[in-house]
């Protein structure tokens, strides 16, 4: 098993950032991608930003050129710099581990709450 840890959401103004960080615990599990997800209330969940163990990173339109997703892969932590913050991103997010050794399997966080107020 992987656990998967959050912090760092809260409650910012519009145009404000704010920094997520996630920690996977050291299992002895290989994680290949990293990411963050976000659900709204009555919305699916839905990307924000994937990174890869090479640094090969994927984002949502509505995420990029505002948000940034980095990965320290020694300490197995990802985290997910929000900035210029809107109402509408507005959503718990969550982090989320894909591993490949010993077994692939997906693994979730509880999820931060990320609230912008206009």
């Known amino acids: 098993q992987v656990q998967l840890v959050e912090s760092g959401g809260g409650l910012v103004q519009a145009g404000g950032s704010l920094r997520l960080s996630c920690a996977a615990s050291?299992?002895?599990?290989?994680?290949?991608?990293m990411g963050w997800y976000r659900q709204a209330p009555g919305n699916q969940r839905e990307l924000v930003a994937t990174?890869?163990?090479?640094?090969?990173?994927n984002y949502a339109d509505s995420a990029k050129g505002r948000f940034t997703i980095s990965r320290e892969n020694a300490e197995n932590t990802v985290n997910l710099q929000l900035s210029t913050l809107k109402p509408e991103d507005t959503a718990v997010y969550y982090c989320?581990?894909?591993?490949?050794?010993?077994?692939?399997?997906?693994?979730w966080g509880r999820g931060t709450q990320v609230t912008v107020s206009s």
């Open positions: 989320n581990a894909q591993t490949y050794y010993p077994v692939r399997s997906n693994y």
């Open positions: 050291r299992t002895g599990f290989r994680i290949g991608v």
């Open positions: 990174i890869t163990s090479a640094g090969s990173t």
